[in-house]
């Protein structure tokens, strides 16, 4: 048996921050040519991992090898000089230089100035070998996200990087996208690049990877030789130590329409706008929104949540009209409101997490009367939906942003849920959770299905909103060409509509 | 060597802590030219303390000095908790002190006049205010220009009122007319300059502590400056926070001119304000924008630049080391206020 030497190996890697034992005694090796995958729950230490081998973290302890020599690697650059490149979850990019520019940023030609014909060249080389192909004179603001983390792979690839990290990066990326990545990752590989992907879909997982090492906790959980192989629950059981069961959705028994849109149609504003959208949730089912991502979802998420006023059409809300679209309003009306984006729209990361928690309804009288805020009733709210939903943080004053993502998306499931409300709009409600955090999302929403909420989900997971709804509507280019009933709907038909073939409703 | 690197939660001492840290760093470095003027330092440092807080008459005019920038610091806390970039308290200031000079040249009994002198300075303040805040809310213009830019723009209406209509025509000096007798302050020590404007000053800063930290519309600021989409999407009025905010900085602002009208200088003139209005920026920031901090800060400031006379007079340091001193202390602190955000580690000493 000849295993070609490791690429890249680290030796018992320990990290803390404070009492947290982010890495503990970690090893983990890449040979050339080989995609590993990196899993664990969230916070089970998988970007502080990573950070350390770049370089933005030193490690208390350990040490990293690059083909058998020790290195030390203290910043980006030293991991840029050792051939190590990442792509972040957060994209580090100039948004007003163009691709080749930010390309070029920080690598002067041979007289020292901007080797631009040099440029040009391995870029089309480049796109030519994996696929990656860019236009070099767009700047970034007009790129695309799915472009833009291409720009960061091609920019890792130009700066010769034999090893790629990526950390979660489909998590942005619409399933069409997501093909192409692939491709492009495996063309790498076959070239002799070792690569390391982040990723809490474990389909992608088998699909993708040669090999996986599981975290737990900080610590080396197991590592899985054969990926393909491996079914989704022993990969599940390996990182949450216990068995995750699908949550199993019992027939509904569907009552009157708690949010109908008529008609709506919006103009004015970037992205898609709605086309004369139509559609009727019922209490006690669950409506899912396909579509590719960008063809009008986000509109319709804020009509429904009161964002955005619409040119034409009519909506109403358990049987009242909604006449201003403002948040006050169709929250008052019964609407529990789950945001796509945690970090920027759903909460206030610098501030305390009981600020977040009560932000939609702090003028209401249950946590304010005559302009003064009630502090007593404002913790002891967030501490008990902190205890409900089992937040994991040191309290209800700690600083929301320090919350992992999980734990964030359970606090804005919390603050809505709290208020009983009639119907719940929600976007991407799983993006970047792990599977024990996801599982306990969609058995929340199933129990409120139960207890006659009409929920509606916005989602690019087919698999997901197959396992969830009862009904699936999908959306093209501001329209919805047509609805399901999930007994009738496949990934295949599904897949079908979302390219705007129409489907029978 | 040594790394920066991001932290996630900041102690709680820290606010105390990086203040001391700043104005400790500020003393060290002015030292230096201190010793560069030809002086001691610690003679001058000493001259400067005992003139400023050394007795109880110095304090009292300290304190004097502090309650203009007691307001100015809460103007631009508030306005800074919003991000609302309010670099406008001076100009606020002088509209303050011109409208309340206005009304107190009025004759009228005492109590109302005073009362009538706050609304309306408070009114000029918010007023001008208003003019960045609605560009930046209408237009989208930027506020640190517009506000900063109207401070020039009211101080030359100032001039052009003091030399024009207002101007003295018997000295010929540009000197507004003084209000009336019964308009001034009442004096609260015997002997001390100390007027009812510096306890209003002081009780002023748990007031706007209290809105800040207990009220719905400080919620609404605090959210809105902190994550403003965040903030709409929660269903707060963005452009309403901004403009009311806006409203709240320049009446503080507006109070510090009223104060210094009828506590200080009982009419206006081109040099009523010493820039307590940028002071105001230096004394929010050494506050970290907590209200009660302003006031510690604000006696700070005062404190230096009441020194620095004294110590002018005694050393032979030029006065100008006040200003020094505060522009060294705004640096100091936003070079602290890293540590807020980062940690320093050494890298490398582990192998
Ligand atoms: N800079 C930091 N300071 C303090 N604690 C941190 C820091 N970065 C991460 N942590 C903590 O370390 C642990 C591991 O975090 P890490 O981000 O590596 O997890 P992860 O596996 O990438 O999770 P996810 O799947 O959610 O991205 C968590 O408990 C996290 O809160
Ligand atoms: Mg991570």
């Not at chain 1, 080396?220 to 995750?244: F, K, Q, W, Y």
């Not at chain 2, 519309?217 to 989409?229: A, S």
Request: overall charge neutral.
């Amino acid at each position: 048996m000849s295993l070609p030497a490791p690429l890249i190996e680290m030796r018992g890697i320990t990290k803390h921050f404070g009492a947290v034992k982010a890495n503990e005694a970690v090893d983990l090796s890449v040979a050339p040519g080989e995609i590993l995958g990196l899993l664990g729950e969230n916070g089970a230490g998988k970007t502080t991992l990573m950070n350390v081998l770049f370089g933005a973290y030193a490690p208390d302890a350990g040490e990293i090898l690059i083909q058998g020599q020790k290195v030390r690697i203290t910043s980006s650059a030293d991991a840029l000089a050792a051939g190590i490149g990442m792509v972040h979850q957060h994209f580090h990019l100039a948004p007003r230089l163009t691709v080749l520019e930010n390309l070029l940023i920080g690598i002067p030609g041979k007289t020292g100035r901007i080797d631009r014909a040099g440029g040009l060249a391995r870029l089309a080389e480049i796109g030519r070998q994996h696929g990656l192909t860019l236009d070099p004179d767009l700047p970034v603001s007009a790129l695309s996200v799915g472009e833009q983390q291409r720009l960061e792979i091609v920019k890792a690839l130009f700066r010769g990087a034999r090893l790629l990290i990526l950390d979660e990066p489909t998590a942005v990326l619409a399933p069409s996208e997501v093909d192409g990545l692939f491709s492009a990752l495996r063309s790498m590989a076959a070239q002799g690049l070792g690569i390391i992907f982040i990723s809490h879909k474990l389909n992608e997982v088998r699909a993708l990877t040669h090999r996986c090492t599981v975290l737990r906790h900080g610590r080396v959980a197991g590592r899985v030789d054969d990926p393909a192989n491996t079914t989704s629950s022993e990969m599940a059981t390996l990182m949450c130590g216990h068995e995750i069961v699908p949550p199993a959705r019992g027939p509904s028994t569907p009552g009157a329409d708690v949010l109908t849109l008529d008609g709506i149609s919006t103009s004015k504003h970037s992205g898609t706008p709605l086309r004369d959208v139509s559609l009727a949730v019922r209490t006690g089912e669950i409506l899912g929104i396909a579509g590719v991502s960008g063809n009008g979802q986000r509109a319709l998420a804020e009509v429904i949540s009161g964002t955005r006023v619409p040119d034409a059409g009519q909506m109403t809300i358990a049987g009242q009209k909604v006449s201003r679209f403002s948040p006050r309003e169709v929250q008052a009306l019964g609407l529990g409101r789950i945001p796509e984006d945690r970090m920027t729209t759903g909460l206030v990361t610098n501030l305390p997490l009981a600020d977040s928690m009560v932000l939609p309804r702090i003028g209401t009288t249950a946590f304010s009367s005559k302009g003064l805020l009630k502090p007593d009733a404002i913790r002891a709210f967030a501490e008990a939906q902190i205890k409900a939903y089992d937040i994991r943080c040191p309290g209800p004053m700690t600083r929301a942003g320090a919350l992992s993502g999980g734990n964030l998306q359970k606090a804005l499931l919390a603050r809505e849920l709290a208020f009983d409300p009639k119907v719940l709009i929600v976007s991407q409600p799983t993006r970047g959770l792990d599977i024990g955090a996801a599982r306990f999302i969609h058995e929340k929403f199933l129990a409120m299905r139960a207890k006659g909420c009409g929920i509606v989900v916005i989602g690019e997971d087919l698999e997901e909103l197959l396992v969830l709804c009862d009904r699936i509507a999908v959306m093209y280019e501001g329209r919805i060409v047509g609805t399901l009933d999930s007994a009738d709907a496949t990934i295949a038909r599904l897949g079908l509509m979302m390219t705007g073939a129409e489907g029978h409703s | 060597m040594f790394r920066l690197e991001v932290r996630t939660s900041t102690p709680a001492w820290f606010n105390l802590a990086l203040p001391l840290l700043a104005i400790g760093a500020t003393l060290v470095l002015c030292s230096g030219l201190i010793a560069l003027a030809g002086a001691g330092v610690l003679e001058a440092y000493g001259v400067m303390f005992t003139a400023s807080l050394g007795d109880s008459y110095a304090i009292t005019e300290t304190m004097v000095r502090a309650a203009p920038m007691i307001f100015t610091g809460l103007a631009v806390a508030v306005a800074f908790r919003a991000k609302f970039w309010n670099i406008g308290a001076e100009g606020q200031l002088l509209a303050g002190a011109v409208a309340s000079c206005f009304v107190g040249a009025i004759p009228m009994p005492g109590p109302l006049a005073m009362v009538l002198m706050a609304m309306a300075g408070a009114a000029a303040g918010a007023a001008v205010a208003l003019v960045p805040a609605t560009l930046r809310v209408k237009f989208k213009v930027d506020d640190v220009v517009s506000s900063l830019l109207l401070n020039s723009v009211i101080y030359y209406a100032l001039m052009a009122l003091i030399e024009g209509p207002w101007k003295d025509s018997f000295s010929g000096y540009p000197i507004s007319p003084p209000i009336e007798d019964s308009a001034n302050f009442p004096v609260l020590l015997e002997g001390t300059r100390l007027h009812l404007g510096v306890v209003v000053a002081l009780l002023t800063a748990p007031l706007i502590w209290f809105l800040i930290v207990r009220t719905t519309l400080g919620f609404r600021i605090r959210v809105t400056g902190e994550n403003p989409e965040a903030a709409r999407y929660g269903g707060i009025n963005v452009e309403r926070v901004l403009i009311s905010t806006a409203l709240l900085s320049g009446t503080l602002a507006g109070l510090a001119g009223v104060g210094e009208v009828g506590g200080v200088h009982f009419q206006v003139m081109s040099d009523i304000s010493p820039g307590y209005g940028y002071s105001g920026i230096v004394v929010a920031m050494l506050a970290r924008l907590n209200p009660l901090g302003v006031v510690p800060a604000a006696i700070f400031l005062a404190a230096v630049m009441t020194g620095a006379e004294a110590m002018s007079r005694a050393t032979g340091v030029p006065a100008f080391l006040s200003d020094v001193i505060q522009g060294t202390a705004l640096l100091a602190m936003l070079v602290a206020l890293l540590f807020t955000a980062y940690r320093i580690r050494r890298v490398g000493a582990a192998r």
